[in-house]
């Protein structure tokens, strides 16, 4: 009976792991695709590795997550950003429950998710969901997360401002870009870049700018922690 109990077990075993097998063979097809530019291509396996991972795993599997936000991402390089949305909504309340704050995917997931705001231009949803996040941000320590807007975080000391970007004829150069900043525990800026893309012009006058920003420490549980997010510029014609 003990024997049979074994064997059952390693058959159960050997089912899972074929599924995940089969899941991480149709993510490695869609990875290869998009990497080639073929989303079109793409986008039917990335649907059915969503839906595989949901069946085989139930819907709040980490397979599912990451089905969920390579769709995601599908989406987002053909433009769709309205059913980009849901998908990496979803995707960061499975990684919440399963992952580690600080985990690359985490950070990267949520960025996405606010580029995506970003793009749509909806300020107040993305100022919602970052606020609403602050209360967990706030109960642990642990360094790297990802804060969302940073002055909704803490207070600016000082943020250089940009110097105005000129086009090639001289015409002023307009738009918006979000700048990713890591922010130590002095509240100085040590790394930034670019989270959502843009005007090469404006991207390097933002990042000259953010470089040299001082904000004040960010403080949890009783100490200062390093932290990333992002610092927004908009370039208007005055």
């Not at 024997?3 to 075993?13: E, H, I, N, W």
Request: positive net charge.
């Amino acid at each position: 009976m003990y024997l049979l109990g074994v064997l059952t077990a390693f058959s159960a075993q050997a089912q899972v792991s074929d599924k995940r097998a089969e899941s991480e063979q149709l993510r490695t097809q869609v990875l290869k695709l998009y990497g080639e530019g073929k989303y079109d291509e793409a986008l039917p396996l990335a649907n059915r590795a969503l839906e595989l991972s949901e069946s085989n795993f139930g819907p709040t599997d980490i397979a599912v997550a990451d089905a969920a936000t390579n769709l995601a991402v599908l989406y987002v390089a053909k433009g769709k950003l309205d059913k980009a949305e849901p998908l990496l909504l979803r995707a960061i309340e499975i990684n919440d429950k399963l992952r580690r704050p600080a985990d690359t995917v985490v950070v990267r997931t949520l960025e996405l998710y606010s580029c995506v705001l970003h793009r749509k231009g909806q300020d107040d949803k993305l100022k919602a969901f970052d606020k609403s996040r602050l209360p967990m941000l706030m109960a642990s320590s642990e360094p790297d997360r990802f804060w969302g807007a940073i002055w909704h975080a803490t207070e600016v000391v000082s943020l250089p401002k940009p110097d105005y970007p000129r086009s090639n004829i001289g015409m002023a150069a307009q738009g918006r870009v979000l700048m990713e900043v890591v922010v130590n525990e002095e509240g100085k800026v040590i790394h930034a870049r670019s989270m959502c893309g843009g005007s090469a012009m404006l991207v390097r006058a933002a990042e000259g700018s953010v470089i040299k920003a001082q904000y004040k420490p960010i403080i949890v549980a009783g100490k200062p922690v390093r932290v990333i997010g992002y610092q927004l510029y908009r370039f208007v014609v005055q």
